[in-house]
């Protein structure tokens, strides 16, 4: 199947904890990002890299790092996890050029620290 | 500021009507505007694209609207299903930006 795929789906973990969440697409996009989906189910950018090179980088803390070891994969990793850290993540992929296909989203990784 | 509003309120509407949802926004010059669709519980889906220099784009019983004088686009779902229920968002690109930014979307609830 094409699509855009993270792991894990549920991430339960204690405050302090480092974790990573993976994601990885099938659909030969040259662009990934990561964005975060909070209580009021509003969607921010965090990260973008294009052909493995970062092009956004928002305002987050820099206890999140991301990875992009090849342009199908980015991953996101955070340390020191935070009670405000707890949402949903999302990653996605897109081809500059083609904005007719819209981006492609994962089904999210719901994090909870605890 | 920027911003992107959308009715944070649900939309409650009866099968067979049309959903108009709206997406205003200010000091923003968007290159194109896209809609995406969300199901609980999973990613937003892409539904339509509409550039700057389009009025209107239709996909089957999608309609969005675009006017950026007044900086709003509207989007339409004719003979609405109670398949259609979901969260609707709407979302921002600038040409100068790889930045796809997002409203907050808007519930549509449709009554069978």
């Known amino acids: 199947d094409t699509a855009v795929s993270q792991t894990p789906k549920y991430l339960v973990t204690q405050m302090g904890n480092d974790k990573s969440i993976k994601c990885e697409q099938n659909?030969?996009?040259?662009?990934m990002y990561w964005y975060k989906q909070d209580s009021k189910k509003f969607l921010k950018i965090m990260f973008s890299?294009?052909?493995?090179?970062?092009?956004i980088n928002e305002t987050v803390p820099n206890r999140f790092s991301p990875k992009s070891p090849d342009k199908a994969h980015l991953n996101l990793h955070i340390n020191s996890l935070e009670l405000g850290d707890s949402a949903v993540y999302f990653c996605?992929?897109?081809?500059?050029?083609?904005?007719?296909?819209?981006?492609?989203f994962g089904s999210g990784t719901r994090l909870t620290v605890v | 500021s920027q911003k992107i509003e959308q009715n944070s309120e649900a939309l409650n509407i009866q099968e067979g009507k049309t959903a108009t949802l709206t997406c205003n926004y200010t000091?923003?010059?968007?290159?194109?505007l896209q809609w995406y669709r969300q199901d609980p519980g999973r990613g937003p889906v892409f539904l339509l694209l509409?550039?700057?220099?389009?009025k209107e784009k239709r996909k089957e019983r999608l309609k969005v609207t675009f006017d950026t004088t007044l900086k709003q686009s509207l989007f339409h779902i004719t003979a609405s299903q109670p398949a259609d229920s979901a969260t609707y968002l709407c979302?921002?690109?600038?040409?100068?930006?790889?930045?796809?930014?997002f409203g907050s979307g808007t519930r549509l609830l449709v009554r069978p």
């Open positions: 996605a992929s897109s081809q500059e050029g083609r904005a007719d296909y819209g981006y492609t």
């Open positions: 659909l030969g996009h040259d662009t």
């Open positions: 890299y294009n052909n493995k090179e970062l092009i």
């Open positions: 000091n923003y010059s968007p290159a194109y």
């Open positions: 509409i550039r700057e220099n389009e």
């Open positions: 979302a921002l690109r600038m040409d100068s930006s790889y930045k796809l930014i």
